[in-house]
């Protein structure tokens, strides 16, 4: 059975920084494309970030500079550092793993999610 469990979100104030934790069992995340999506109140889920097999990383334009995804192989386990946060950060964080399909990526499981907010 396939388990993302993110944890590490939190309040903080703007310009803060947190780091979200997404611990991976059932599959073994450096198979996977990994990604970190958001949802805000009344708004669409968004992607944020995420990271191949091969370890090539991509980032939405409103967090690139920010942000960094990171993976530990040996803790089966995905990282977002979030820096520099501002309020329009406040999400919720979900974790995901996918695979590459042509022209698109797929995400096959999702996590929980975990409440990140931002003070101004």
């Known amino acids: 059975q396939v388990q993302l469990v993110e944890s590490g979100g939190g309040l903080v104030q703007a310009g803060g920084s947190l780091r979200v934790s997404c611990a991976a069992s059932g599959l073994t995340i450096r198979r996977y494309v990994m990604g970190w999506f958001r949802q805000a109140p009344g708004k669409e889920r968004e992607f944020v970030a995420r990271?191949?097999?091969?370890?090539?990383?991509r980032y939405a334009d409103s967090v690139k500079g920010r942000f960094t995804i990171s993976r530990d192989n040996a803790k089966n386990t995905v990282y977002l550092q979030m820096n520099s946060l501002k309020p329009e950060d406040t999400a919720v964080y979900y974790c995901a793993a996918g695979s590459v399909l042509p022209g698109r990526y797929e995400y096959h499981y999702w996590g929980q999610g975990t409440q990140v907010t931002v003070s101004s």
């Open positions: 990271i191949s097999e091969s370890g090539s990383t």
